[in-house]
């Protein structure tokens, strides 16, 4: 539907133009928050224009972070998050992967029993069973370690299903012409399938990505030494500072910072997510 | 290349429904045979238990010397060209082509040599480093017939490769497979339901009916000579005019049988023709004409020269010794 009416057009426009609004304004204030000194929070009013202080704000978590809080610098935590993000988006893609290409591929005793297994932890996020997952970790001594904090996110069944539909829609003729072209399971699998779903790999990293790097229950649960602490947790922990007021300019900061590597994936990204979740030929 | 031997052969799927029963062919090296019935009746179930991709539920299959039933689809020896070309979409033309070989672990030389061959024979050499996408209809089925040339393979399987593309592709297509198929001098079982695609391209005809067959015999054997009602109806064009005897009672020679066969193209009006025929309806078709119409109450169809206007009622004759006679209940040939 094309219509080029200049009356829509303006609507059209305004109403993008508040929905920018109302989601870059936070983003604004924090911005404007990181540039100023804490005292010029507590006064009062809130100032709407960037200050003076960006570069000192910056430096000053990077370097050494807030000692009062307990957290160490932000380049440790965003470290620790990039580790956890990305363990957690590329061993979900592998299991998930490899259990659909299982089920989609492989006539096995028990394979529906598999199948509703791996369905039946679509209704068991990491928040509906923290307690006895917890246990589970603590037992294995996987607390403050990146195994701890990635692995049990790792187990989830929503991308084998995601992988499952990509699989159904390659024709059979395909894998047909392959079995007669020599091709052994393992290599059908690196040869055709891998690179068949590379945009719906890329969509599922960059969505996954994400899921990992917001993770905040999880890593506040289990990591108690500071060498762990992911940048989501850690901005927590420094907001509720226990002996004075929270340092919000430098919170602001953290919260800036935090938000980036994100922003980065997203962009560098794009084209291939995009495609990812259109493209239906094969 | 390899003679291709089935005896036997059975093929029951797994819900109990019998797609194909007790087919025996021999197939000579070198041979073109066409597998063609009616959709349903089991060809593509034939051809892909020749290749491997089906069990084999009874009888045996032998490529060359040896049985295959047991033999892994990569192992046989063959190379099948499919309807929808399935070529791989993220692989270049050229890495379409070498990547059978590849996974034989043919040398590097000796894919490209044969890449390049293929790729003269059948004139895709410009397209080499496109991607399928990129291809027309009919640069794909090359691609895809290429994929099976470079393999230098026993035997050629072709399920349904021209179906996908449009009429006059088709025929040129058609030529080409054949003219490549007396150069390579591969065995080759080609399944179609195109039964002028049958004709212009076998050595052999199949016709299958049911998953049975119902007649092996070179193209102008099985036209001139149909074994039974079905295989008369199904081959040739216009079909052929299948009546009860009782309806052309003045026809010499044709009283002790149950079906009479006549082609539409053997009869002929006569003035002092036996069969007096009530047109109904009129097709031209530029040179000739169809002329349907009843005699004795059993439709009738008789191919004409165009020309003037056709009559009412006309008498036709028959080309002696054209008719077929057919058992009225097994429809079995018996003359
Ligand atoms: N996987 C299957 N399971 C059960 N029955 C099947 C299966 N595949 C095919 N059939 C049945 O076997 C019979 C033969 O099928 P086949 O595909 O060989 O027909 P065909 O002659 O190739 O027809 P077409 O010209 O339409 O391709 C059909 O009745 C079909 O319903
Ligand atoms: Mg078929």
């Known amino acids: 539907m094309i219509e080029n009416r200049p009356g829509l057009n303006l609507l059209a426009h305004l109403t993008l133009m508040l929905g920018v609004a109302i989601v870059a304004l936070p983003v604004w204030v924090a911005f404007v928050a990181s540039t100023h000194t804490a005292t010029d929070f507590m006064s009062g009013t809130i100032p709407l224009w960037p200050g003076p202080y960006l570069v000192e704000n910056y430096a000053r978590m990077l370097d050494a972070g807030v000692s009062t809080s307990g957290t160490p610098p932000v380049g440790t935590m965003m470290l620790n998050s990039l580790v956890m993000a990305l363990l957690i988006a590329c061993g979900k893609i592998a299991i998930s992967i490899t259990s659909a290409f299982a089920i989609v591929y492989f006539r096995f005793p028990l394979r529906n029993l598999a199948f509703w297994c791996i369905f039946i932890t679509l209704m068991l996020p990491v928040e509906v069973r923290i307690v006895p997952t917890f246990q589970v970790v603590a037992d294995l001594g996987l607390l403050d370690s990146y195994a701890g904090l990635s692995i049990p996110l790792i ?38 399938l891998l690179p068949l779903s590379r945009t719906n790999i890329a969509a599922l990293f960059v969505i996954l990505f994400i899921y990992g790097w917001n993770q905040y229950l999880w890593p506040l649960l289990i990591t108690t030494s500071s060498d762990y602490y992911t940048i989501v947790a850690g901005i927590k922990r420094m907001a509720d500072a226990v002996d004075g007021l929270p340092q919000w300019h430098l919170v602001m900061a953290t919260a800036m910072l935090a938000m980036l590597p994100p922003v980065a994936v997203v962009i560098g990204m794009q084209r291939l997510f995009v495609k990812g979740l259109v493209e239906t030929e094969k | 290349m390899a003679s291709i031997i089935l005896d036997k052969v059975g093929k029951i799927y797994a819900g109990g429904t019998r797609a194909v029963g007790d087919v025996s062919i021999d197939i000579r090296d070198g041979e073109f045979i066409v597998l063609v019935g009616p959709s349903g009746c089991g060809k593509s179930t034939l051809l892909r238990m020749v290749a491997g991709l089906e069990s084999i539920s009874e ?229 000739q004409r169809l002329v349907h119409g009843r005699t004795n109450g059993e439709m009738l169809t008789v191919t004409m020269p165009a020309g003037d206007a056709v009559p009412d009622r006309l008498q036709l004759a028959c080309r002696p010794g054209a008719t077929h006679l057919f058992h009225a209940e097994t429809g079995q040939r018996i003359d």
Do not use: C, W
């Not at chain 1, 059979?172 to 059908?188: Q, S, V």
């Not at chain 2, 490769?161 to 007396?182: C, F, G, H, W, Y």
């Open chain 1, 155 to 192: 187990a989830s069944a929503t991308a084998t299903f995601l992988f499952r539909q990509v699989f159904l829609t390659i024709p059979d003729e395909l894998t047909e012409a392959a079995r007669i072209d020599g091709a052994g399971p393992m290599k059908f699998f690196r040869d055709i």
């Open chain 2, 59 to 287: 009888g045996t299959v032998r490529i060359g010397d040896r049985v295959v039933n047991d033999i892994e689809p990569a192992d046989r020896d063959i190379a099948m060209v499919f309807q929808n070309y399935a070529l791989y979409p993220h692989m270049s033309v050229r890495q379409n082509l070498a990547y059978g070989l590849k996974n034989r672990g043919t040398p590097r030389a000796d894919i490209d040599r044969r890449v390049a061959d293929a790729a003269a024979i059948l004139q895709i050499g410009p397209y080499l480093d496109r991607k399928p996408r990129a291809l027309s209809g009919g640069q794909r089925q090359r691609v895809a017939m290429g994929r099976a040339i470079v393999r230098e393979p026993a035997a050629f399987l072709f399920d349904e490769p021209l179906s996908n593309l449009d009429a006059k592709l088709r025929v040129t297509m058609r030529l080409e497979i054949k003219d490549l198929q007396r150069r390579l001098r591969t065995t080759s079982i080609y399944v179609t339901h195109d039964q002028l695609e049958a004709m212009t391209l076998a050595d052999r005809l199949v016709v299958l009916n049911g998953g049975r067959i119902e007649q092996i015999g070179t193209p102008l054997d099985v036209y001139r000579r149909p074994a039974s009602t079905f295989v008369a109806g199904f081959i040739g064009s216009p079909a052929m005019n299948l009546i009860p005897s009782r309806a052309v009672p003045n026809l010499p020679g044709t009283a002790h049988a149950g079906i009479v066969g006549i082609r539409p193209e053997d009869l002929a009006v006569d003035p002092s023709g036996p069969i007096a025929l009530d047109v109904i309806a009129v097709e031209e078709l530029g040179a």
